[in-house]
Nanobody, 114 residues
């Protein structure tokens, strides 16, 4: 079974940056479209960004121009570079295959203070 492990979250002031990482078990990541998602307290999980195996990306409007998704298939890792962070970016961030969905990892908490 695929395991996803997110890391890199933390507490940062508004305007700051963080880089999240998502490691997968096994050498399968290269075959899938991978996405980042987030869930804020009291809200549903929402899409943030995704990247195809060939490197094509797209983003939620709320993060476009501030976040960058990338992948290193050799390392079975997906990244999310987050710049110009805002308090409304505060959430638990998760990665997953877009289709099919694997069991969700524990996520990584991102807290942006104003």
């Amino acid at each position: 079974q695929v395991q996803l492990v997110e890391s890199g979250g933390g507490l940062v002031q508004a305007g700051g940056s963080l880089r999240l990482s998502c490691a997968t078990s096994g050498s399968i990541l290269s075959s899938y479209v991978m996405g980042w998602y987030r869930q804020a307290p009291g809200k549903q999980r929402e899409f943030v960004a995704r990247i195809t195996s060939g490197g094509y990306t797209n983003y939620a409007d709320s993060v476009k121009g501030r976040f960058t998704i990338s992948r290193d298939n050799a390392k079975n890792t997906v990244y999310l570079q987050m710049n110009s962070l805002k308090p409304e970016d505060t959430a638990v961030y998760y990665c997953n295959s877009v289709v099919p969905k694997w069991p969700w990892g524990q996520g990584t908490q991102v807290t942006v203070s104003s």
